[in-house]
């Protein structure tokens, strides 16, 4: 246990260790990051509205439940053994020990003028969200059971170690001097190429290639609404990597900012050049693309170079959404596009624009810089760490999506006739809507009948119309069953 005392005069907590020590924790730092931790978390629900609007409604609400999923089993795993293996003092260049397993001796540990249980939960939420990320591959063909124990295991062997050597004082990457100030590596990369190795485990969806999958996101709110919870959270996740209520945590805020402004800006006018028009999405892409790129640089670069991280940002996540074309995966969602490649694109940024005065603005050590301050090794730094976390989460993605292949129960894939009727409905029995429009979703005309359930909405004029024609012919029977579509 631990004693705790209030200073008189600034109201700072004076905390009494087990060993006898005495430890100053400002109060105006923790009541900053338990905000900044806040504002993270509601940036996972914002990811699951953000995809839930791009995908065909039949869809909707499994991103949605999937987004929730992943703090819940992350905060588990978190709880249990992920802490540790990821922020232990004692752990190797690769990874933690299991010194905090189930967090023990969390609580009477300092994490410089916060407590250590604090950084704990605020890591959490990092770990929650990459997940959250990752398994949006799965949408439209992907179980929702099996999710349940990749999140797990995907956490414990890939985001862990990762986040171990980029942050973890022990760390290889930390040690070699990559600079990385809030997740460019571990959350975004780690999420982005994880879920390249996901879509191709899982192929392409029904009707890939075709006209059928060449539809508009069912609901453009939805993404504007998971934009802003993203960039609203964004500030908490930049801003409170600072750990402390300072003038770099201010500085975080303001790139930030602009770097996501300017990428929105710059993804929709590359789009308007094509469509010739104004498109929210494009504007939410590239504001998400800004956010990316900016991540791993928000604390180390001022304000001039964050114009530069947004249009870079905006720019390479925009073309990158053709490799899907090239290369012929089937990235719903454009994923490894957004995170994996505005990952790297921010941490190779970092490398040029670090400045050693913006890293000062807390008072802590003076780094080397980049090659703003003619440190020019950096870049290499930066280009080696990024090659490792996307190698290192492809191959062992890949590694776990195929050993639960061949485990009963946790092979990934759906069926095609679960893809056709839509993963709410097949592995939830839910909607997002009252109304789900079966005959634009799957290309065919369908007998709902009036008495239909499961809280869609009968067809009532193709109903009254079915009936004047009489009963289907035998031949258009036989043709919906092959179809796997059965009245």
Same mark, same amino acid.
């Given at each position: 246990?631990?004693?705790?005392?209030?200073?008189?005069?600034?109201?700072?907590?004076?905390?009494?260790?087990?060993?006898?020590?005495?430890?100053?924790?400002?109060?105006? $730092?923790?009541?900053?990051?338990?905000?900044?931790?806040?504002?993270?978390?509601?940036?996972?629900?914002?990811?699951?509205?953000?995809?839930?609007?791009?995908?065909?409604?039949?869809?909707?609400?499994?991103?949605?439940?999937?987004?929730?999923?992943?703090?819940?089993?992350?905060?588990?795993?978190?709880?249990?053994?992920?802490?540790?293996?990821?922020?232990?003092? $004692?752990?190797?260049? !690769?990874?933690?020990?299991?010194?905090?397993?189930?967090?023990?001796?969390?609580?009477?540990?300092?994490?410089?003028?916060?407590?250590?249980?604090?950084?704990?939960?605020?890591?959490?939420?990092?770990?929650?969200?990459?997940?959250?990320?990752?398994?949006?591959?799965?949408?439209?063909?992907?179980?929702?059971?099996?999710?349940?124990?990749?999140?797990?295991?995907?956490?414990?062997?890939? !985001?862990?170690?990762?986040?171990?050597?980029?942050?973890?004082?022990?760390?290889?990457?930390?040690?070699?001097?990559?600079?990385?100030?809030?997740?460019?590596?571990?959350?975004?990369?780690?999420?982005?190429?994880?879920?390249?190795?996901?879509?191709?485990?899982?192929?392409?969806?029904?009707?890939?290639?075709? *006209?059928?999958?060449?539809?508009?996101?069912?609901?453009?709110?939805?993404?504007?609404?998971?934009?802003?919870?993203?960039?609203?959270?964004?500030?908490?996740?930049?801003?409170?990597?600072?750990?402390?209520?300072?003038?770099?945590?201010?500085?975080?805020?303001?790139?930030?900012?602009?770097?996501?402004?300017?990428?929105?800006?710059?993804?929709?006018?590359?789009?308007?050049?094509?469509?010739?028009?104004?498109?929210?999405?494009?504007?939410?892409?590239?504001?998400?693309?800004?956010?990316?790129?900016?991540?791993?640089?928000?604390?180390?670069?001022?304000?001039?170079?964050?114009?530069?991280?947004?249009?870079?940002?905006?720019?390479?996540?925009?073309?990158?959404?053709?490799?899907?074309?090239?290369?012929?995966?089937?990235?719903?969602?454009?994923?490894?596009?957004?995170?994996?490649?505005?990952?790297?694109?921010?941490?190779?940024?970092?490398?040029?624009?670090?400045?050693?005065?913006?890293?000062?603005?807390?008072?802590?050590?003076?780094?080397?810089?980049?090659?703003?301050?003619?440190?020019?090794?950096?870049?290499?730094?930066?280009?080696? $760490?990024?090659?490792?976390?996307?190698? !290192?989460?492809?191959?062992?993605?890949?590694?776990?999506?195929?050993?639960?292949?061949?485990?009963?129960?946790?092979?990934?894939?759906?069926?095609?006739?679960?893809?056709?009727?839509?993963?709410?409905?097949?592995?939830?029995?839910?909607?997002?809507?009252?109304?789900?429009?079966?005959?634009?979703?799957?290309?065919?005309?369908?007998?709902?009948?009036?008495?239909?359930?499961?809280?869609? *909405?009968?067809?009532?004029?193709?109903?009254?119309?079915?009936?004047?024609?009489?009963?289907?012919?035998?031949?258009?029977?036989?043709?919906?069953?092959?179809?796997?579509?059965?009245?």
């Amino acid at each position: 246990m631990v004693n705790v005392s209030y200073a008189d005069a600034s109201g700072d907590m004076n905390v009494t260790l087990e060993d006898g020590t005495t430890q100053l924790y400002n109060i105006g $730092d923790i009541g900053f990051v338990i905000m900044a931790m806040a504002l993270v978390w509601i940036m996972i629900p914002g990811v699951g509205f953000f995809y839930s609007g791009l995908l065909r409604r039949k869809n909707a609400l499994s991103m949605i439940w999937t987004s929730m999923l992943s703090v819940a089993v992350v905060s588990f795993q978190w709880f249990f053994w992920g802490f540790s293996l990821a922020f232990a003092d $004692d752990g190797s260049p !690769y990874i933690g020990t299991l010194k905090y397993f189930g967090l023990k001796g969390v609580l009477a540990q300092p994490s410089g003028r916060i407590p250590l249980l604090l950084f704990c939960i605020y890591q959490l939420v990092f770990a929650a969200i990459t997940a959250a990320l990752a398994v949006g591959a799965i949408a439209e063909r992907g179980r929702l059971g099996p999710i349940l124990v990749f999140i797990f295991v995907w956490s414990t062997i890939v !985001y862990d170690p990762i986040a171990c050597w980029t942050w973890n004082s022990n760390g290889w990457s930390f040690k070699l001097g990559g600079l990385d100030f809030a997740g460019g590596t571990p959350v975004h990369i780690s999420s982005g190429t994880a879920a390249l190795a996901i879509s191709i485990y899982l192929g392409p969806r029904r009707g890939y290639g075709t *006209e059928r999958l060449a539809y508009k996101p069912h609901n453009t709110t939805y993404v504007v609404i998971g934009t802003v919870l993203l960039w609203f959270g964004w500030f908490g996740f930049n801003g409170g990597s600072a750990l402390a209520a300072n003038l770099r945590a201010v500085q975080a805020c303001i790139v930030t900012n602009l770097a996501a402004s300017v990428g929105g800006i710059t993804w929709m006018l590359w789009d308007y050049r094509l469509e010739r028009k104004w498109s929210a999405v494009g504007f939410c892409s590239g504001a998400v693309a800004g956010l990316v790129a900016i991540t791993p640089a928000s604390g180390y670069v001022g304000a001039p170079a964050a114009v530069l991280f947004g249009f870079v940002g905006g720019t390479a996540c925009n073309f990158a959404t053709q490799l899907k074309f090239i290369f012929g995966y089937d990235d719903t969602l454009d994923i490894f596009a957004s995170h994996a490649v505005g990952g790297v694109v921010g941490n190779l940024l970092t490398g040029l624009f670090a400045q050693s005065s913006v890293a000062s603005f807390d008072g802590s050590a003076p780094i080397a810089g980049g090659w703003l301050d003619h440190h020019y090794i950096q870049l290499a730094y930066q280009l080696a $760490d990024s090659c490792a976390g996307l190698s !290192y989460s492809f191959v062992m993605t890949t590694i776990i999506l195929w050993i639960m292949h061949f485990i009963p129960g946790l092979r990934l894939r759906a069926s095609e006739q679960a893809e056709i009727l839509g993963i709410d409905d097949a592995e939830m029995g839910e909607f997002a809507y009252d109304y789900v429009g079966l005959e634009q979703e799957i290309g065919h005309t369908l007998d709902t009948g009036v008495g239909l359930g499961g809280n869609r *909405e009968p067809e009532h004029h193709a109903h009254e119309h079915a009936l004047a024609k009489g009963p289907p012919s035998q031949e258009t029977s036989s043709t919906d069953e092959k179809a796997g579509i059965h009245p």
